[in-house]
């Protein structure tokens, strides 16, 4: 039965691959070569810069800091990391022409948006730490 | 060697499920994106309702808050096997090689969808592919990947589902980071949470004001936002002409209307919500006159499908209006918006409003319809 389950699935998954590939392949070769670069990009940009980077960090910051805190500080950054990437978008620089010519659109203060969710983070774990340390007194 | 196995078996455990939390979300996001491409691309078999009228808000903004929610999800997942991409041997065996390559395709695929999506939204394409299409193959390649990748770990899955938690010391071991689990599923949880809720105020009019990263506030011209500006679609010059006419061609032949002769037809108020397939979505009061009635006066059948055209030339330059979106009543060529004549920017002198149609398909700056 679970063999069964195992092929369906592979092979379901293989038409479906097919069938995207199919349609990239009906794409002009410059579309090609776009798609195929921003694959590799995202791929490396991960695996060799990102998480490499978070990972650093992280063991900074269990060497500096007492081990009660490190898991709501470890939390905070990975929100705060959170938050950074979901605002990249509205928030980076644009090269000139790659901003829509609209006012209705990016029209947040999303500069003091981000600003207020990164704050409010570090509050959340602030109190957490402050509980902590009130309830281990005696 | 027992501390090795206790912590990979602890891995495979967070993999597990965050995965299947990542695959529900793809999932999700993969019908409602279809469903999206097949109403602006139908297939012979594909009907769309035109009710209720909230039914394409709810789907598309599904689908773009789905994909955001597997965007932390995906960010946790990498980082629980991130250590499996430096096991040892690298390649090992063919099958091995298969199975590495496999996870690459999707990784990058799945990288790849979220990345272009989240860009989307915002109105940036730094490449030079065309998105929706590219959007819509790149669906299959993550979803099938995704596939493959279960059936391969179908059994791994099924055990880490069958057995309970082994409780794991809060030690600094290998890959697990001193967080426990709860902890790590809690703080993914929330991670989803504070995700969703950074956008989805543009589709959900109650968290308009806690969507901090929402490419739009919802504010426009008449309490509405735009897509595309008249100065984008460079149609500024023509739809404030006085020698406009709408064309209405049918099997009796041609009947055109100038503004003052559409105003003159019989009007009618509707509420309908107006949702771009970019996810966000607004309610909106609509008056003009019902496509089904210009259809009739060419003596058209309003069991066919319409084409609807607009002075702006371009990819959404034309809507075909499914039969059941042109006998619907509530379909208007509207010629007002709010009580008030439609700004430029909304289509004035007119344009299609349809309810459970996406906003591409909504054609603003209506200047010939024909019917067959």
């Known amino acids: 039965m679970v063999r069964i389950i195992r092929a369906t699935l592979a092979l379901t998954g293989c038409v479906l691959v097919i069938r995207g590939l199919m349609l990239i392949w009906s794409f002009s070769s410059s579309d090609q070569v776009s798609i195929v670069l921003w694959l590799a990009a995202g791929l490396l940009i991960h695996d060799l810069v990102f998480a490499p980077l978070c990972l650093l960090v992280a063991a900074i910051t269990r060497r500096a800091l007492p081990p009660g805190w490190c898991t709501p500080v470890l939390l905070a950054l990975a929100y705060t990391n959170l938050l950074v990437l979901l605002a990249l978008p509205v928030l980076a620089p644009r090269p000139a022409g790659e901003r829509p010519d609209n006012a209705t659109i990016l029209d947040r203060p999303f500069g003091w948006g981000l600003t207020i969710a990164i704050l409010l983070v570090w509050a959340v774990v602030g109190v957490v730490l402050l509980v902590r340390a009130r309830t281990r007194r005696p | ?372």
């Open chain 2, 1 to 372: 060697m027992v501390e090795a196995d206790e912590a990979e078996h602890e891995r495979r455990g967070r993999a597990t499920r965050v995965g299947l939390a990542l695959a529900t979300c793809f999932a999700v996001c993969f019908i409602t994106g279809l469903v999206s491409h097949w109403i602006q691309h139908p297939p012979g078999w594909f009907a769309w309702p035109s009710t209720p009228v909230w039914l394409y808000r709810t789907t598309q903004g599904i689908h773009v808050l789905s994909g955001i929610a597997a965007i932390p999800l995906l960010l946790i997942k990498l980082a629980v096997v991130y250590r499996k991409l430096f096991e040892r041997p690298l390649i090992g065996s063919p099958v091995r090689l298969v199975e590495r390559l496999s996870i690459a395709v999707l990784v990058s695929a799945s990288i790849f969808q979220l990345l272009t999506g989240l860009l989307n939204i915002a109105q940036w394409y730094p490449w030079r592919f065309f998105f929706t299409s590219t959007h819509h193959a790149m669906a299959y390649i993550v979803v099938g990947a995704l596939l493959v990748h279960i059936a391969a770990k179908l059994p791994m899955i099924r055990d880490a589902l069958s057995e309970g938690e082994r409780p794991a010391e809060e030690a600094d071991r290998p890959g697990l980071g001193g967080i426990d689990r709860r902890t790590l599923l809690m703080a993914g949880g929330g991670a989803v949470v504070v995700a969703v809720a950074a956008f989805a105020g543009q589709t959900v009019p109650a968290l308009r004001r806690v969507a901090v990263f929402a490419p739009r506030s919802g504010a426009g011209p008449q309490g509405l936002p735009v897509n595309r500006t008249a100065e984008q679609a460079q149609v500024t010059a023509d739809a404030t002409s006085d020698s406009y006419r709408l064309v209405v061609s049918g099997p009796d032949g041609d009947a055109s209307w100038d503004l003052a002769g559409l105003c003159a037809l019989p009007q009618h108020t509707e509420s309908l919500p107006i949702t771009c397939v970019e996810g966000w979505s607004a309610d909106a009061v609509w008056t003009g006159v019902r496509l089904r009635d210009l259809v009739r006066t060419v003596g058209g059948s309003i069991e066919t499908p319409v084409r609807v055209m607009s002075m702006e030339q371009g990819p959404y330059a034309v809507s075909t209006v499914p039969s059941a979106h042109v006998a619907d009543p509530r379909t208007l060529l509207a010629l007002r918006l709010h009580g008030a004549d439609l700004d430029i920017d909304h289509g004035f002198p007119c344009r299609l409003i349809a309810p459970d149609l996406p906003g591409v398909m909504q054609t603003k700056w209506v200047a010939r319809i024909e019917v067959s």
